[in-house]
């Protein structure tokens, strides 16, 4: 009977420990699960996340980039050159166009001369042009001196008008200050017409030339007549 207890009590001994032994080398349900979820592939959505969008287009090299720019900057400037020349001729064709025809008002009033007074020494006579009733207005003597002999700077020319004829008045009827040079000298004698038609405008040079070895003093009679609209 004794042995059978010890027997007994011998074999619970080894089915404990043998059972701990078994308990510790199988994983319990709670291990088991945290160990399933450390060895989880992660989440799907999560590596999507994690996974970059996919990059812009890599930039052009920068050679290439700036010979593309270049192209268009030349581009461009052609374009504006080409606009520029344009715009310049088309600015310069009426300038080339009034130059190679001039106005009207462009043209010199042409000159009308009187009678000329003439010797070995001198040539005297009167020019006018266009003239307007009710606006003053000159006629020029002009003294030419041929050959040798050459206007007196030193003299004091005058003009002395005669009468004035029917719608003329003279500011002062003796005009002085000749303009003198060497071979042609000139003096502005004004008027004015009150009406128009023809009107004669006459009256005494007095003047002189001189050469090297001698000066001469002259009075001529010069006239004009004028045409006033």
Not at 10 to 19: E, H, K, N, R
Not at 71 to 92: E, I, P
């Amino acid at each position: 009977m004794l042995r059978f207890a010890s027997l007994a009590i011998l074999t619970l001994t080894a089915s404990l420990t043998f059972g701990c032994e078994d308990k510790a080398a199988t994983p319990s349900p709670e291990k088991a699960a945290a160990t399933t979820a450390d060895t989880k592939p992660a989440d799907p959505e999560a590596k999507t996340a994690e996974t970059p969008a996919p990059s812009e287009p890599a930039e052009k090299p920068d050679d290439e980039a700036a010979d593309e720019k270049a192209a268009d900057d030349k581009a461009a400037g052609n374009s504006a050159a080409g606009d520029k020349a344009a715009g310049d001729k088309a600015a310069a064709k009426p300038e080339d166009k009034a130059a190679a025809k001039p106005s009207t008002a462009d043209k010199p009033v042409e000159e009308k001369k009187g009678a000329e007074a003439t010797g070995d020494s001198f040539a005297a006579y009167l020019s006018g042009g266009k003239y307007t009733a009710g606006k003053a207005g000159t006629v020029t003597a002009v003294l030419t001196a041929k050959g040798a002999y050459h206007c007196n700077d030193k003299y004091p020319y005058k003009f002395t008008l005669d009468a004035a004829p029917a719608g003329v008045t003279y500011p002062q009827t003796v005009v002085k200050g000749m303009s003198v040079t060497e071979k042609r000298s000139t003096m502005a004698i004004p008027f004015t017409a009150s009406e128009k038609g023809a009107k004669t405008i006459s009256g005494t040079l007095a003047f002189s030339v001189c050469n090297a070895d001698r000066c001469l003093i002259e009075k001529q009679k010069l006239s004009i007549t004028v045409n006033v609209n």
